[in-house]
Every structure is written in C-alpha cells, then in structure tokens.
C-alpha cells in the first residue's frame, strides 16, 4: 500500500523556522519524484517545492524561494522541507505528493505562524 505521512507542523512565531517531513512506503522511492503542496482555506492549493527522483533538480515556487530547503533521503524513504523566515501568510496545510499510481497524498500537516 502505498502511503505518504508528514510530520513537523506546528505553531510558529513570525520568523520561525521548522522542518517538515514526509516518510513515504509502499513504492520505490528512489524512482519517483516528490512534491510539497499546501493550502491555505479560501485559497488555491500552491505547488511549494518539488524534487527529482534523483534529488539532482529542485524547484521551488517563488513565494519560497530563499525561505525553504527541500531534501530527499532515499536511505529513510523521506523527504524534509526546511522553511525559515516564517511569515503570517505562510500559516497553511502542507502535503506531500507523488505521482505514483497516478498521484498518492498524504493527509498534511498544519503549520501556524502567529505571535
């Protein structure tokens, strides 16, 4: 069964960081890409960061760039998204995805910031 949990949301004050994380099972990982989406409710869900099944190409949308890391560990089956210089607007529901099957979701995480 393929399946995608993420873990690392939370509360975090303006200026924060954390990391999030997605630990993958159930395919071959290290032959698919993988994806950071979030949605915030009332707006569109925003692909955040994507990475290449190899790692060797990573993308991030503009409103990240500079403020987030995307990683893969093919070892853990994972992949983190490090945000820093968290704003207000950044409070969102993040979710990990792939392609596998024709496209697996996890079930998010919330992050908050807020003072």
């Known amino acids: 069964q393929v399946q995608l949990v993420e873990s690392g949301g939370g509360l975090v004050q303006p200026g924060g960081s954390l990391r999030l994380s997605c630990a993958a099972s159930?395919?071959?990982?290290?032959?698919?890409?993988m994806n950071w989406y979030r949605q915030a409710p009332g707006k569109e869900r925003e692909l955040v960061a994507s990475?290449?099944?190899?790692?060797?190409?990573?993308n991030y949308a503009d409103s990240v760039k500079g403020r987030g890391t995307l990683s893969r560990d093919t070892a853990k089956n994972s992949v983190y998204l490090h945000r820093r210089t968290l704003k207000p607007e950044d409070t969102s529901f993040y979710y990990c995805?792939?392609?596998?099957?024709?496209?697996?979701w996890g079930q998010g995480t919330q992050v908050t910031v807020s003072s």
């Open positions: 995805a792939t392609s596998v099957g024709g496209g697996v």
């Open positions: 159930g395919f071959t990982f290290s032959a698919y890409g």
């Open positions: 990475i290449s099944s190899t790692g060797g190409t990573i």
